[in-house]
């Protein structure tokens, strides 16, 4: 039997399990670690099929079940149990990476080949906005912020809402963080695009801070010197 590649993991941690995705179309769900090191042939305790290529890119849906990204240019939301629950059809390219965002009643966030981010209704599948980039949308990746006080002075932690950090990492070399805010009508329209890195060194002192912003509201110590 031929191995193909594994290109995705994700830790399930209602289980203490995990699962990977592979370059020969499927999804595998593994028990956790020491079940598999007691096992002198460790066999995955299901895999799941509908994908038409490579898996690309896991993610937990909290609440949901988990979300793979895959090369036939679809994402997908998955049960708990492993059933398809929607499918996100609608990039160009390939989709290498996808997020769950905790905003409102939930938003599957994916980056592809294609240039785009784009954002979905795990509901139905449709996708509520595209989000250009200037290169391939290498990966994706939210983060809850209920901290942030969106525009106009309100704070969306004040008012009981969830505001959640988007983060698209690009092939011109630029990250970009967005803001969705529950506590707004259309939760699904960015408030803010943030430059992380520039190719402009005329920008660097301005990225600087943003930076230093960021990593001081995570309460993160990294040095950029």
């Known amino acids: 039997m031929r191995l193909l590649a594994l290109l995705a993991l994700v830790a399930l941690p209602d289980t203490n399990g995990f699962l990977s995705g592979s370059a020969d179309k499927t999804i595998k769900r593994w028990t956790d670690a020491e079940t598999l090191k007691n096992s002198k042939t460790p066999e995955p305790a299901q895999t799941l099929l509908g994908h038409g290529d490579t898996v690309r890119g896991l993610a937990v849906a909290p609440g949901a079940g988990f979300l793979s990204a895959s090369h036939d240019c679809t994402a997908r939301l998955w049960t708990r149990d492993g059933e398809t629950a929607a499918i996100f059809a609608g990039h160009a390219a390939l989709v ?86 529950a506590a707004y009508p259309d939760a699904r329209v960015p408030l803010y695009r943030l430059d992380f890195a520039t190719r402009h060194e005329h920008d660097r002192a301005r990225n600087l801070e943003v930076v230093r912003a960021t990593l001081d509201r995570l309460d993160l110590d990294v040095p950029l010197d």
């Not at 290498?96 to 939930?106: I, L, Q």
């Not at 809850?144 to 698209?168: H, K, L, Q, W």
């Open 96 to 181: 290498y990476s996808v997020a769950f965002v905790a905003a409102g009643e939930g938003i599957v966030v994916t980056g592809s080949e294609d240039n785009t981010c784009r954002l979905w209704n795990p509901a139905d599948g449709s996708c509520v906005q595209t989000l250009a980039h200037p290169g391939c949308v290498w990966a994706v990746a939210a983060f809850r912020a209920p901290e942030f006080v969106a525009a106009g002075g309100a704070s969306a932690a004040a008012e009981g809402a969830i505001a959640s950090d988007i983060v698209t990492c690009c092939a011109d070399g630029v990250a970009l963080a967005q803001l969705i805010d």
